[in-house]
């Protein structure tokens, strides 16, 4: 991945939109409405057909930013998820872009400074103020182009789709001399991307996750319909970010929970154990085994991975790495 240029923010006046709920399709409050989803299956790694819309029981908070045709922010709307993320705006006839954010809890995704994220465009990526993913956040990303006309109501679908990569680490002690201490054990994550980026790198459609391209004016998809979706680009060159979890105790086995922006193919995530100030084991380049393992980061919709190792002596072994397809837990655990 080329790295990415931060573009210098135009200052513009931008309006808080706000959506009008109840109305009739023909209601003349509003010109577009949008559906904000999520169907696993849609991965193509589900069982069955089903294509329900799950976005519910995975975000609590959505924040929606309107983008004109010349890619000048129109206008941002916060939804609180109160059983379904719908927005009906009433925008000029024109041609916009839609981005939204959205997380499983009840606080703001994109902070105070979301209305400085005043332009959008292929050749300048903005990329300041990073949507930083919080200790048990699930983040998710919705993009999407469309047109407004006089007349009927615009009805816009935008699938949201995994910004985030679950990493769960599970460490044996094979010699319980070494493991006497219970207590005050973490493991560190360094090298990691420290936000995720308004343009999408990569479209879904059909379970086939692949290159997203732009160009001047914003990129159209000819491949797009209503069940395909996009993943954001991913900045692994500015300020790389370290995660720090405390490791759980049982039956002389530590494990852990990293949830972090996703990760691209160039990623280096270095894991390392801790006991307070004393080191446990050696750096762990995880880039060598998504390699091995021949896991192409940036193909993969959903980024959840299981690994586990051993310490035996001196030793630390790899017992297994494991992507994690649990497409039926919604929700759950997180």
């Known amino acids: 991945m080329k790295i990415l240029k931060a573009m210098f923010l135009m200052i513009c006046p931008v309006w808080i939109l706000s959506s009008c709920e109840g109305k009739e399709p023909?209601?003349?409050?509003?010109?577009?409405?949008i559906v904000?989803?999520?169907s696993p299956q849609d991965a193509g790694g589900g069982s069955g057909t089903d294509q329900s819309n799950v976005l519910g029981s995975y975000v609590k908070s959505?924040?929606?930013y309107v983008y004109d045709a010349n890619g000048r922010l129109y206008g941002i709307t916060r939804k609180i998820n109160e059983g379904q993320l719908v927005s009906e705006l009433k925008l000029p006839p024109g041609r916009y872009t839609v981005v939204a954010w959205g997380n499983n809890n009840n606080n703001s995704v994109g902070g105070s400074a979301a209305l400085e994220r005043a332009y959008i465009a292929p050749s300048n990526v903005h990329a300041l103020d990073p949507f930083v993913i919080n200790k048990g956040d699930l983040l998710f990303y919705g993009y999407k182009t469309c047109e407004v006309r006089e007349g009927a109501p615009t009805h816009l679908y935008v699938n949201m789709e995994p910004a985030y990569c679950d990493l769960t680490v599970t460490l044996q002690f094979g010699n319980a001399a070494r493991a006497a201490a219970t207590s005050d054990y973490y493991f560190m994550l360094t090298g990691m991307p420290s936000h995720s980026i308004f343009l999408p790198g990569y479209a879904v459609n059909n379970g086939e996750v692949i290159p997203y391209g732009h160009k001047d004016p914003l990129y159209d998809d000819p491949n797009d319909n209503d069940r395909t979706g996009y993943l954001p680009l991913v900045n692994d060159y500015t300020s790389p970010i370290s995660y720090r979890h405390d490791a759980v105790w049982s039956e002389n086995t530590l494990s852990t929970q990293f949830l972090t922006h996703r990760?691209?193919?160039d990623?280096?995530?270095?894991?390392?154990l801790w006991n307070g100030t004393q080191r446990i084991m050696k750096d762990i380049d995880l880039y060598t085994f998504f390699q091995a393992m021949s896991i192409q980061l940036d193909a993969q919709r959903e980024q959840k991975y299981s690994l586990?190792?051993?310490?035996?002596?001196?030793?630390?072994?790899?017992r297994n790495m494991s992507r994690r397809l649990d497409w039926d837990d919604a929700g759950g655990g997180w």
């Open 26 to 33: 023909g209601d003349s409050s509003y010109n577009l409405r």
């Open 36 to 38: 904000y989803r999520y």
């Open 62 to 64: 959505l924040e929606e």
């Open 263 to 265: 990760l691209s193919s």
């Open 267 to 272: 990623t280096h995530p270095v894991l390392s």
């Open 308 to 318: 586990g190792l051993e310490i035996v002596g001196n030793q630390v072994n790899v």
